[in-house]
């Protein structure tokens, strides 16, 4: 991280409850805020519920591996695109755009699902389709922050982001799983189509973006190389960027895997399933609430670190455990150490970067966390149905480990 980013006193930055709700002074951030989150509860909702009915209908690790690529892969093949538009349109706009889309894949799934005649090709082509509108709405969201808040409430938005971001990831599980043993997977499709209602209403109420109008000169390619020319050449933000995407593919796959846990190893149902995504998300809301209530972004490569490196211990742990308290227990520290290392890296990267490049950088971050995670998905998927779903999982935790001492070690400067 730059100079500029340093204590001018160098004591260590600060942790309190005022700094922690200070974003929401700003009257868009606060409908963003608000809108967002009951949209979230929504999506986590459909998450838990897709898993759960690919499981159910076909019984294989390999097709829930299989889902987990066709809703990721356009991610990693579309997101730079997305990018290009964040940065050249209006990002508001874009995301009425995005939920809208989302939505409507919600209801189709929803409607399907209701009538009984759902099959598994219609599942893994509407996770494709979500996953092309994801390519667009995660940059451009990731992007739109900062001018809801401006650079010096930055860091703390999107921790705060991470904090609703993961209480919804608390709800959502939970409300999945009360909802698949009472009534079944349909409400769940439905429940969240009804939630982009919420964030649709929020967006067209706020005022008109901040920034200067966007430049529209120059092709696409061009916009597209000039934000991996910026990416390439910037050590910091080429090693974040390295490091997220070995992360992805070695470790994060393990949800696509959680079903299997849930009902064979530790012999749950669909409870089980919505209390350990739950209990991860609880660890990764005291993890965003901590880093939200710093007062200044300084040191944050060490929180990047030693929280991939912690990420990847309890993901051994998890595995070796047939108990689901105790599994539970375990995915407290986990969701802790996830959410820690990924909100660094993005406010790393957010800070690093000039206004005109944002949308693309972000674009990057999601490719590499998000957009490599099919890769991860379909090779646990494939793994867990020849070795296991734990011993997929442990190899995971393990090579994250390995992989963070050997080549990561240079987060620990920025």
């Known amino acids: ?19 922690l709700a200070r974003s929401f002074q700003h009257r868009d951030y606060r409908l963003f805020f608000t809108g967002q989150f009951i949209s979230l509860v929504g999506t986590w909702m459909q998450q838990v519920a897709q898993s759960w009915l690919v499981y159910r209908l076909t019984g294989s690790s390999l097709s829930l591996g299989l889902v987990g690529f066709a809703g990721q892969f356009p991610v990693f093949l579309l997101s730079v695109f997305g990018g290009v538009m964040a940065d050249r349109l209006n990002r508001r706009f874009v995301l009425v755009g995005t939920q809208v889309a989302a939505m409507l894949q919600a209801a189709v799934l929803a409607g399907l699902t209701l009538a009984g005649s759902v099959q598994v090709w219609e599942v893994v082509v509407l996770a494709a389709f979500l996953g092309a509108v994801n390519a667009v709405d995660i940059p451009t969201r990731q992007s739109f922050v900062v001018e809801l808040v401006g650079k010096k409430d930055l ?51 706020m005022n008109a973006p901040r920034r200067p109008a966007p430049e529209r000169t120059g092709s696409m390619r061009e916009h597209l190389g000039e934000g991996f020319a910026y990416a390439w050449r910037t050590a910091a933000v080429r090693s974040v960027l390295f490091l997220l995407g070995v ?70 742990l998890f595995s070796q455990s047939t108990l689901l308290p105790l599994s539970a227990a375990l995915m407290l520290p986990a969701g802790f150490c996830m959410i ?75």
Request: proline share 4%.
């Open 340 to 414: 820690v290392s990924m909100a660094a890296a993005n406010t790393i990267l957010q800070t690093l970067c000039p206004d005109h490049l944002r949308g693309r950088v972000m674009a990057l971050f999601t490719m590499m966390f998000m957009g490599m995670a099919p890769f991860g998905a379909l090779l646990s998927g494939s793994l867990a149905h020849v070795i296991g779903a734990p011993a997929t999982v442990a190899a995971g935790g393990a090579a994250c480990v390995l992989m963070m001492g050997l080549g990561g070690r240079r987060l620990l400067l920025l």
């Open 247 to 316: 992360m992805s593919v070695i470790s994060m796959s393990y949800v696509v895997l959680m079903p299997v846990f849930a009902s064979d190893i530790l012999s749950g149902g669909p409870r089980a399933l919505g209390l350990l995504m739950a209990a991860s998300g609880v660890g990764s809301l005291a993890g965003a609430l901590m880093l939200a209530m710093r007062s200044e972004s300084r040191g944050l490569g060490r929180f990047a670190y030693f929280g991939m490196l912690g990420f990847g211990a309890c993901l051994v």
């Open 1 to 19: 991280m730059s100079a500029s980013n340093a204590s001018p006193s160098g004591k260590t930055p600060r942790v309190s409850w005022k700094a």
């Open 155 to 205: 860091h703390n938005a999107i921790a705060l982001n991470s904090s609703m971001f993961n209480l919804a990831r608390i709800l959502g599980p939970s409300l999945a799983g009360m909802l698949l043993a009472a009534v079944g997977e349909g409400w769940c499709f439905a429940l969240n189509a009804v939630s982009f209602l919420a964030v649709i209403a929020c967006l067209l109420r």
